[in-house]
């Protein structure tokens, strides 16, 4: 069974632009979790999705956003790119809710804002 | 956010050598889970404990669900070169909190 795919894998962006990231969970995962992570702050959780609705989100500001789509798939969003959004962006996909089931992650999309 | 505290911070052993770390914090959870990630890549899944108290292993690690629920540890026997990497504790309950990872270095 192929594992939870991101892409792309590296990315480098300016200040002030915007990125999407995507992620594909496992065949049969519907849940989808994004984190962001940093070796000041390590890894914090961004949102969570499950049947293209937003369960979840964690504490940052609105320009971070993601969708799900009728597939599973998920995609982030990040409008006005600042230095401090420079990190690894990781994925993680569950069968149901996280609550109760255990995430696998993607290797993460490394995003560069210079 | 609930934060998880884990520790030690880093590690230093001899290959061959047995590791302990933990996680513990001042909340209830219904399950504790330990990765691995090596530089580049995601974390990957070791154990998911469900059941307090629950000691589960798999291979050369064991990990344990603190019967209050609030921690949890993972051993490592007989380390091997290729344990090295960071470690970290993971807690579940409406989301998911990490611990700031444990980075073991293992000298053959």
């Known amino acids: 069974k192929a594992g939870v795919t991101q892409t792309p894998r590296y990315l480098i962006k300016t200040r002030g632009q915007q990125v999407t990231l995507s992620c594909s969970p496992i065949s049969g995962h519907r849940s989808v979790s994004w984190y962001q992570q940093t070796p000041g702050q390590g890894l914090q959780f961004l949102f969570e999705y499950f049947s293209e609705t937003q369960r979840n989100k964690g504490n940052f500001p609105g320009r971070f956003s993601g969708r799900q789509f009728s597939n599973s798939r998920s995609e982030m969003n990040v409008s006005t790119l600042e230095l401090g959004d420079s990190a690894l962006y990781l994925c993680?996909?569950?069968?149901?809710?996280?609550?109760?089931?255990?995430?696998?992650f993607g290797p993460g999309t490394r995003l560069t804002v210079t | 956010g609930q934060q998880l505290n884990q520790s030690p911070q880093s590690m230093f052993i001899q290959e061959g050598e047995d590791v302990s770390m933990n996680c513990t914090s001042s909340s209830i959870f219904n399950t504790w889970l330990w990765y691995k990630q090596d530089p580049g890549e995601g974390p990957v899944l070791l154990i998911a404990?469900?059941?307090?108290?629950e000691l589960t292993s798999n291979g050369r690690l064991t990990a344990q669900f603190g019967i209050t629920r609030k921690d949890s540890f993972l051993n490592i026997s007989a380390s091997i070169p290729s344990d090295v990497g960071i470690y970290f504790c993971?807690?579940?309950?409406?989301?998911?909190?990490f611990g700031a990872g444990t980075r073991l270095t293992v000298k053959p």
């Open positions: 404990l469900y059941k307090a108290g």
């Open positions: 993680a996909s569950s069968l149901n809710p996280s609550s109760n089931y255990e995430q696998y």
């Open positions: 993971a807690a579940l309950n409406n989301d998911m909190r």
